[in-house]
């Protein structure tokens, strides 16, 4: 990739990142009887609902943060029942994190609040944008799964 197209693209991701920080990462107020979940917990719970479960090094990898900082965050997510940890059966010393039944259904309820916001805030674009941002969103996801392979 030349200079300027990353140049163009670090311009693209800039911009972007804080009215979805803003919008998108924190909890919406459709969520608000929900418990209050810091949003690493619930990308946690999301990348545990796609995998089954995963070693606390594959998912802090996934996560991009540290083996100690996703110890603290598995620890509070299973103390309120949304994960459970297991050991490896040929090493004990690996431990496995998956998503319980409770977790995987408060995912649900945060799924249903954001769909809702999402609805919401979007309605002042027309039906055409919203097919634009679907098209374009969807090959951006494309792309990130092609880097992550």
Known sequence: MNIEKA???VHLIFRTAPPFRKNYIRQPEQAKDLPRIPHHHLFCLIILSRGGKETMGSLADKMGVSVQQLTRIVGELAQHGFVERTQGEENRRVIYVSATEKGRELLSKFY???????REHFSALSDEDIDALIFHMGEVVKLLDKMEQ
């Open 112 to 118: 249903r609040a954001a769909c809702e916001h999402v």
């Open 7 to 9: 140049e163009e693209l």
